[in-house]
């Protein structure tokens, strides 16, 4: 192991207590994908100690879940061994699935079932006793917030509550050591904030161990302990404290009044001593490669009030340095990493944003299901250029807005204009103005890159040069030539959202609508993808996201929050922030404003 990544490693370890609830040495597991063999883990080591939540923390691919399933025994290593509970996972396979809470990515809830007949359902299968029962469920649905669903179909449950459920049919028969599969993927701040209230009530009160896999780096800091994985290999282990002292010294708070946030990003972004450059409220937030001191006057000499402050070092940023140095590494010491350097521009020929016109117009949309309205009474625009965020607790209403706005749902009521022309009965010549990337991927798995390209450059109504001419396009700004002839489907999942992108955006569109873009990939993937955004929007195209990375909120020009098919509040990042902002909190962050909002809203509604 190179140096730099054994000090990582070893940098800000704790002694280590006696007794370790999951110790893994040198295991490595790989698994053939046709004629490709896929290497998940790499000679992994690691300790999890009893009484703590440890956090295995990496993105999509990283090995988080091979891991999970070695230490739930529903896999065997191809070499090395890992001890859970004093049991040897290969010996004692059946103990240690018997012994152990294991909670997949995708628990396997019964759906027309309710609450109370999924919890009854895993009793029997765990083994629990008629007499334990009742005690235990009202236990666990208290804890969840369950209790008034209990006669509830799964299925009718919002994907906060589903996770919530899946939580307590692991729980029925009460484990000395819980394993957690990513549990708040995919769902809102609200419920992700519940989920960990209950995981740190589980480990004060109960004295259960947890192991916690995670893509969401800001909840590497409610760890006690880290292990950081990437490709395969563990990258850094430790308090989370000590990853941030790493970088001590090495973060700030650029701001500059009067300039556009996405163009000081790029000045910042394009200099040799910043590392990381990044959108954050009304400033960009900047880690150096090196501590230094920022002066305005080498930063950008050429803009006028520059304000530079020191920001405490986040998870993140330690993240984002430890792959960057590694990287560095394996390019044998270059200057700057290139998957580090900011994407080139993308040539989509579309008019300069100047006028800004409105391009999407919404008026009192509704949409009904029967007697349930999904959507009610909507209204907002979006102009030329801009980055718009939707953002919403699960079951808010913002997919089925998307889709209304995509031409795939029709509306119940309202009015509903995007690129000039009314969905009601031009839905599908607007669907060729715009482009739109699924939060899963939906292109076709089974094809070559260049035969996805080759299909939807075609659909699109390409031919001849202008087709040849689109899809070199696509090879050439999103690197994808190096796996032109792989198979789609088997891609890591960066190359598969750089696929996705380059297939909505094929046809030129004036309006792109991305439904959770980023889920699942790494810091740096999201930081390719959010500059590639932000050079769409400068070319003038209109662009709407949906998003559960509140971060990434900052990044839009303005934000629609809605909740249970309304909208609560729209504006700037910083004007929705300032809802929230308070004696007790003065600097909110967007989730605070985020739950904050939900907060009042449900004040409004209990309020006689």
Not at 39 to 54: D, K, M, N
Not at 372 to 379: E, G, L, P, Q, W
Request: hydrophobic share 40%; with cysteine.
């Amino acid at each position: 192991m190179p140096a730099t990544e054994q000090e990582t490693v070893s940098s800000g370890s704790l002694a280590e207590p006696e007794e370790a609830v999951l110790e893994v040495r040198n295991a490595v597991k790989s698994f053939q994908l046709g004629e490709r063999r896929i290497e998940a883990l790499c000679e992994v080591s690691l300790r999890a100690h009893a009484g703590r939540i440890t956090g295995l923390i990496g993105p999509d691919a990283a090995g988080k879940t091979t891991l999970m399933r070695l230490a739930a025994g529903l896999l065997l290593p191809d070499a090395g061994s890992i001890t859970v509970l004093g049991l040897d996972t290969v010996r004692h396979a059946t103990r240690v699935q018997s012994t152990v809470g294991y909670m997949p990515q995708h628990f396997g809830l019964y759906e027309d079932l309710s609450v109370r007949e999924n919890l009854d359902l895993y009793a029997d299968l765990q083994g629990v006793p008629h007499e334990e029962r009742s005690d235990r469920y009202a236990e666990l649905t208290r804890m969840t917030g369950l209790g008034p669903f209990t006669r509830r179909l799964a299925r009718r449950l919002s994907g906060g509550m589903k996770q919530k459920l899946g939580l307590a049919c692991t729980l029925v028969h009460p484990p000395r050591l819980l394993l957690l599969d990513e549990p708040t993927v995919g769902v809102d701040p609200v419920s992700r904030r519940e989920l960990w209230t209950i995981v740190l009530r589980l480990v004060r009160d109960e004295g259960v161990s947890v192991v916690l896999s995670t893509a969401y780096l800001d909840e590497a800091e409610r760890c006690d302990e880290v292990v950081l994985l990437h490709e395969g290999r563990v990258l850094g282990e430790g308090p989370p404290q000590a990853f941030t002292r790493r970088i001590a010294g090495r973060t700030f708070a650029v701001g500059a009044p009067g300039r556009g946030r996405r163009d000081v990003q790029r000045r910042l972004s394009d200099r040799a001593d910043v590392l990381d450059a990044v959108i954050q409220g009304d400033h960009v937030r900047v880690v150096t490669r090196e501590p230094k001191e920022l002066r305005a006057e080498d930063l950008a000499p050429d803009l006028r009030d520059v304000s530079i402050h020191p920001v405490e070092p986040r998870f993140e940023d330690s993240f984002i340095d430890i792959l960057s140095r590694r990287k560095e590494i394996q390019d044998d010491g270059a200057a700057r990493p290139s998957h580090m350097k900011r994407p080139a521009p993308l040539g989509v020929q579309t008019d300069a944003a100047v006028s800004r016109p409105t391009v999407i117009a919404v008026e009192n949309l509704q949409r009904r299901f029967g007697d349930f309205y999904a959507v009610r009474d909507v209204t907002f625009d979006v102009r030329r250029g801009e980055v718009f965020g939707l953002l919403g607790a699960n079951g808010a209403g913002k997919s089925t807005t998307f889709r209304m706005l995509c031409g795939l749902l029709p509306a119940s009521g309202g009015s509903l204009r995007v690129a000039g022309l009314d969905l009601r009965h031009a839905a599908a010549s607007a669907r060729q103005r715009i482009g739109y990337m699924s939060q899963k991927f939906s292109l076709y798995g089974n094809l070559t890159v260049l035969q996805n390209l080759e299909f939807f450059s075609g659909a699109y109504g390409l031919r001849g040069g202008q087709r040849t001419e689109r899809i070199r396009w696509a090879q050439d700004r999103f690197e994808l030539d190096s796996v032109a002839s792989a198979t789609s489907g088997n891609l890591p999942l960066g190359f598969k959202q750089r696929l996705a992108m380059a297939c909505a955006l094929m046809h030129e569109p004036e309006i792109l609508f991305l439904d959770e873009p980023t889920s699942g990939v790494d810091p740096v993937a999201r930081r390719e993808f959010w500059h590639r955004i932000g050079a769409l929007a400068d070319r003038g195209v209109t662009v709407m996201v949906t998003t559960h990375f509140m971060e990434e909120a900052e990044y839009c020009d303005r934000l629609a929050v809605m909740a249970e098919g309304r909208l609560l509040a729209i504006g700037t990042p910083s004007e929705i922030k300032d809802l929230a902002r308070n004696a007790a909190h003065p600097e909110p962050t967007m989730e605070d404003a985020f739950i904050r909002l939900l907060e009042i809203n449900g004040q409004e509604k209990t309020t006689p």
